[in-house]
């Protein structure tokens, strides 16, 4: 295992403790090597980049702050520095990618399980909410032989001052009453991907059928109204249920029915 610590002028409070993420990293693939940076502008650029310059699978790319965070369809993704996750995989899987949009739900969502009973659920595809408000966001982009998976957590802090986010967006500290160690919940986000990924990787078809279950009985979108977006269209209906490949199965109000792979959803 080893971490290289890149300079960085402007460390902000508390820092992630990186000898403590190490410790309790036992995973076999994913998490090594392991980058951190006090700041940078968005560690999914930065896996990009190493990727392309030939980064071992696995490699983890882990910040403190982000100053140009990025979510879906090009929305800004902001966090409360030395408060929340912002981390980033290089990832080369040998599986197709709606795999990965199942695996990298599931997995957070049964870390979040492992720290309390919160009511926590996924939206699809990969949205992670804990009482129907955003708890993590997943942005996996891919490009040529590499895959980047990154994931920013909302561990501790909290809305209440940011009125435009408050109704929509939480924190693992407001939903549990305390604050909660990042290391810890790192760990258990990658503990949990990396057995997840390893299973996926060996091409075990019985693998997949479960880990689509999990991830479909652990979906919220299901049952419900729902407004997605895409680009210039609109759609509205109610979401009956997923497909074998995760699409979210769509009824209109005229009656048909639609597959829909790619959308950002309201509920
Ligand atoms: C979303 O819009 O729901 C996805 C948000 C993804 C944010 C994470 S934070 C770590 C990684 N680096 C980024 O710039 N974005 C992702």
């Not at 599931?106 to 996924?122: C, E, K, N, S």
Request: hydrophobic share 40%; glycine share 8%.
């Amino acid at each position: 295992m080893s971490a290289h610590i890149p300079p960085d002028d402007r460390p902000p409070e508390p820092a992630l403790n990186i000898a403590e993420i190490q410790e309790c990293l036992i995973t076999l693939q994913l998490g090594h090597p392991l980058l951190y940076y006090a700041s940078i502008d968005s560690t999914n650029t930065r896996a990009a980049e190493l990727a392309r310059e030939g980064a071992a699978e696995g490699t983890l790319i882990v910040t403190d702050y982000q100053t140009s965070g990025r979510g879906r369809v090009g929305r800004p993704w902001r966090t409360f520095p030395g408060k929340m996750l912002a981390f980033s995989l290089v990832l080369r899987p040998n599986f197709p990618a709606q795999f990965l949009v199942m695996a990298s739900a599931v997995a957070v969502h049964t870390a979040v399980l492992t720290l309390g009973q919160l009511p926590v659920t996924i939206k699809w595809p990969n949205d992670i909410l804990v009482a129907d408000r955003k708890l993590c966001g997943i942005l996996i982009e891919s490009s040529g032989d590499y895959v980047v998976l990154g994931i920013g957590l909302n561990v501790n802090g909290s809305f209440a001052q940011h009125p435009e986010l408050a109704q929509q967006a939480t924190t693992l500290e407001q939903a549990m009453g305390m604050p909660v160690r990042r290391e810890a919940v790192l760990c258990a986000v990658l503990t949990s991907l990396d057995r997840i990924y390893g299973t996926l990787r060996s091409d075990d078809q019985a693998a997949r059928k479960a880990l689509w279950q999990q991830w479909r009985e652990r979906l919220t979108t299901i049952g419900r109204t729902v407004d997605i977006v895409q680009g210039e269209r609109h759609i509205r209906g109610l979401a009956v249920d997923v497909d074998d490949d995760g699409a979210l199965l769509v009824r209109l109000e005229n009656g048909t029915q639609h597959a829909v792979t790619w959308g950002d959803v309201s509920l």
